[in-house]
């Protein structure tokens, strides 16, 4: 299992990258949460459930409320605000043991953090793994930050099939000296970077079952590069 730092990001940002930092610095902030049960009584309240006490599991969620609890901004990857109130609340022993409201929106999409530290993005009922981990999500976020500085955007939808195209037709688009930026990643969200393009290419709700098809975002320096990028991915 993943073992947490306990000391809240803001105040200490591990092993965020640069870019991270700055956007947690300028962006967000941390508000008061509830953390419900925690330590011994969450202990006991998992044996009663699950019929044994998961001390690793109590572990790591006292790991994400000390490092995460609290932290607020707004969201590129949700499109708007963002609250991580990560809490466990033990009920149905058929309910996988998860750490619940880690993403909180206000809206039915959020996310959860699994018993190994992946994250789950969900909505209405639907969940997909997409993230390794806490950290990774808010380096997504901080690509959407860096990435609005350029001064045009542009989105397209792909049909159900070109997300590998996009993505392999990007990891080679040597003309646009694109590299691709892991760190930032999940397994259905993928972002390239160069100093006058950014992509975000995007796969992630459509694995949760809804109408939305993949995706392509892309901000650069003039539409005549974002449409060069663009025929590139038709």
């Not at 969201?75 to 409201?101: N, W």
């Not at 996009?166 to 691709?180: C, F, G, H, I, N």
Request: some cysteine.
């Amino acid at each position: 299992m993943t073992e947490v730092p306990r000391a809240f990001v803001l105040d200490a940002p591990g092993r965020l990258s640069e870019r991270a930092v700055e956007f947690l610095r300028r962006s967000a902030r941390r508000v008061p949460f509830d953390r419900g049960l925690a330590g011994g009584r969450l202990s006991m309240e998992i044996e009663r459930v699950y019929g044994r006490p998961r001390e690793d599991f109590v572990r790591l969620l006292e790991g994400v409320q000390s490092r995460y609890g609290g932290l607020t901004y707004d969201s590129g990857f949700f499109q708007g605000p963002v609250q991580f109130s990560p809490v466990c609340e033990p009920e149905d022993a058929e309910d996988e043991l998860e750490i619940l409201y880690a993403l909180e929106t206000g809206s039915p999409a959020g996310g959860s953090v699994k018993a190994d530290g992946q994250v789950e993005i969900g909505i209405d009922g639907a969940g997909v793994v997409e993230f390794p981990d806490l950290d990774t999500f808010i380096e997504c976020d901080a690509m959407f930050d860096a990435a609005g500085r350029l001064p045009v955007e542009d989105r397209f939808y792909l049909d159900r099939s070109g997300l590998a195209r996009a993505v392999s037709r990007l990891s080679e688009a040597a003309d646009e000296d694109l590299q691709p930026v892991p760190i930032a990643g999940g397994a259905h969200c993928y972002w390239f970077q160069s100093p006058s393009l950014v992509a975000f290419v995007c796969g992630t709700w459509s694995e949760l079952g809804g109408a939305l098809s993949p995706f392509v975002q892309l901000w650069g320096e003039s539409m005549s590069q974002l449409g060069r990028c663009r025929r590139l991915l038709a």
